[in-house]
């Protein structure tokens, strides 16, 4: 018994440098999506946010390849996770000390919290619907669901 302690103390000892490394390259792919370092203030993110979001906005890629708009749409959706996150101080402690798998046990245990007081979780993933993101940024424009003027509906005025 004293033997297995002494060697998980060892593996432990072994592998936290390896699991901070680890956590701290993790801990950038949120600050690289949206193209800031770790002490970007709110006023930064929105910015960037706002950049990356009109620049890769689905609706503003129909003259691209599939390649591209495939590209340009996961993009779209790492700054918006990376919004959603960093613009969250709570999430953003979280995520700064554990990494996207302290998000998700923290969504996790969020869920489970709502789920005992008989409420349901408010999502089963740790990010928000990135069209949802953007929109509670810019808005909706003219009901059509997108900020740029273009649904999916294809036109027609309403009845009269």
């Known amino acids: 018994v004293c033997f297995r302690q002494a060697w998980k103390m060892r ?13 701290a390259a993790a801990a950038a792919d949120l ?10 203030d709110n006023r930064a993110l929105k910015k960037a946010y706002r950049k990356m979001a009109l620049q890769n906005h689905p609706d503003k890629q129909a003259a691209r390849s599939d390649t591209q708009k495939k590209a340009a749409t996961d993009d779209f959706v790492a700054a918006s996770n990376a919004y959603e996150v960093l613009s969250n101080p709570d999430k953003r402690r979280l995520y700064d000390r554990h990494g996207e798998a302290g998000l998700e046990a923290g969504q996790q245990a969020a869920g489970q919290q709502a789920a005992q007081q ?17 929109e509670a ?24």
């Open 11 to 23: 593996v432990r000892r072994l592998l936290l440098p390896l699991l901070l490394i680890q956590l």
């Open 31 to 40: 600050y690289a999506a949206l193209g800031v370092g770790h002490t970007a």
């Open 118 to 134: 008989g409420g349901a979780a408010a999502g089963s993933g740790a990010f928000r619907d990135p069209l949802e993101v953007f």
């Open 137 to 160: 940024m810019f808005g909706a424009r003219g009901g059509s669901g997108s900020a740029f003027g273009r649904g999916g509906g294809g036109g027609g005025g309403g009845g009269g």
